[in-house]
T-cell receptor, first 115, second 114 residues
Framework: NAGVTQTPKFRILKIGQSMTLQCAQDMNHNYMYWYRQDPGMGLKLIYYSVGAGITDKGEVPNGYNVSRSTTEDFPLRLELAAPSQTSVYFC??????????????FGPGTRLLVL | AQSVTQPDIHITVSEGASLELRCNYSYGATPYLFWYVQSPGQGLQLLLKYFSGDTLVQGIKGFEAEFKRSQSSFNLRKPSVHWSDAAEYFCAVGEKTSYDKVIFGPGTSLSVIP
């Protein structure tokens, strides 16, 4: 299993440009997440999905959009990139059951620089 | 609201020395608690987790953590640190809501002196 994969690894955007960060998992996990990591701030949840066709906002959703058309893929769309979106983005997935919170598995991250 | 604090931003230890990384949380009920490790340029990897039962939890790579409800703490320990343990360590608290809500602490950066 490849686990959670993310592309690209690194990207430079100009202000106002848009892009899609790709995320895929091959573990048949039902839950998927997008986080951003800023220095000294830990991880902040942008969006999450509890299954194909179901997405919802996390803590910091402004400026982002997501879709989940399949169980495997969970792309993150940045519209009108701003310098404040310079960050490292992590995708994660888990197989969540009703009884508790399961381990989240993380991708290697995408480093985004907006200039 | 849930929150997680990690009082030490950066810690340096000598190889072979013992290690303790501190974590305090704020949560009204019995929490789900996690420790993740992030090596440079990598994603996060789970070291260990606590849901219930024995308050001393064993994890991978020789790490352990102890849940102390009275102190709202979940400190991570290792008796003898290896150079390969140099990384960023994140404590996290989870809550079962409409999704698996996990709040991460700010992280502690560990350096290991040979």
């Amino acid at each position: 299993n490849a686990g959670v994969t993310q592309t690209p690894k690194f990207r430079i955007l100009k202000i106002g440009q848009s892009m899609t960060l790709q995320c895929a998992q091959d573990m048949n996990h039902n839950y998927m997440y997008w986080y951003r990591q800023d220095p000294g701030m830990g991880l902040k949840l942008i969006y999450y999905s509890v299954g194909a066709g179901i997405t919802d906002k996390g803590e910091v959703p402004n400026g982002y959009n997501v879709s989940r058309s399949t169980t495997e893929d969970f792309p993150l769309r940045l519209e009108l990139a701003a310098p404040s979106q310079t960050s490292v983005y992590f995708c994660a997935s888990s197989y969540s059951l009703a009884g508790g919170i399961e381990t989240q598995y993380f991708g290697p991250g995408t480093r985004l620089l907006v200039l | 609201a849930q929150s997680v604090t990690q009082p030490d931003i950066h810690i340096t230890v000598s190889e072979g020395a013992s290690l303790e990384l501190r974590c305090n949380y704020s949560y009204g009920a019995t929490p789900y608690l996690f420790w993740y490790v992030q090596s440079p340029g990598q994603g996060l990897q789970l070291l260990l987790k606590y849901f219930s039962g024995d308050t001393l939890v064993q994890g991978i790579k020789g790490f352990e953590a102890e849940f102390k409800r009275s102190q709202s703490s979940f400190n991570l320990r290792k008796p003898s640190v290896h150079w390969s343990d140099a990384a960023e360590y994140f404590c996290a608290v989870g809550e079962k809501t409409s999704y698996d809500k996990v709040i991460f602490g700010p992280g502690t950066s560990l350096s290991v002196i040979p």
